[in-house]
């Protein structure tokens, strides 16, 4: 990160691990909010409980709500209805946001709630020890589901556009440059906006998945930013046959 954005933006230095992608989505965040010319004075950033949580509070040089697991949105709901002027902003994990609030992201769709949500995705519980979460793709390992999981994962931007999101993007931070524009438009967006940020989490998720998903080579973290690249296909580019088994990034809008 710029010493620029870091000094304007950021109270302290970050504790995520290396390789974190939580961190590139901050930076993404922060570059996105120079372009869009967003006044930390006027937003009100909102997370729940893990890693994920911890990318505004206690960084942010803004107003920040830290809250209780997985009632991040429930929070950023009331904010926003006593203060409709203020931006107000969500960033939390996929255990915070989709997995123990699951109910309060369909809700917050479903009611167009005029507010921006990032989960940072990186399908695990990470904080706690890299237990499963709704994300987890099928078969992965985490220390829950040390044989692999035997459940599907949600696709988030299935679910939450079903739900009736009107703003609906998935972007990995292994795309940074897209990132940034996906976060400038989703600041933009004047109704309910939601992102599936595609983070990663060498730490817990990379260790416990290393011979499943082959990220054995000369660094966890290089493998990982491969991997998530191999993954993703432009849902503008993709036809049916390659998005098989992939997963699809880019914007929906609902045209209302
Ligand atoms: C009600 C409640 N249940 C469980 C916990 C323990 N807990 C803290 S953080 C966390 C996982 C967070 O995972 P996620 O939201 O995916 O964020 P990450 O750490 O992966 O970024 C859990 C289960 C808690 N703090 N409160």
Redesign the pocket.
Known sequence: MSEMLAEKYLRQSTPFCAGCG?GIFMNAFLHAVEEVGLNFRDAVFVS???????VPSPHFRADTLHV???RAIAFATGVKLTRPELDVIVI??????A??GGNHLIHAARRNVPIKVFC???F?????GG?V?ATTPQGDITSTTRRGNPEPPFDLVELVRGAGAPYVARFPVAAPRKLIKGITNALRFDQFAFMDVL?L?PT?YGRANRERRGFDGPSLIWSMLEWQKELCVDRQKATSEDAKGKMLTGEWYEKS
Do not use: P
């Open positions: 939580h729940g409980i893990g890693c994920g949580a911890w209780t697991h997985g939390s994990g996929d255990g915070d946001i997995t123990i940072l995705n990186n695990v519980y990470g904080m706690t237990q979460s983070s989490c817990q």
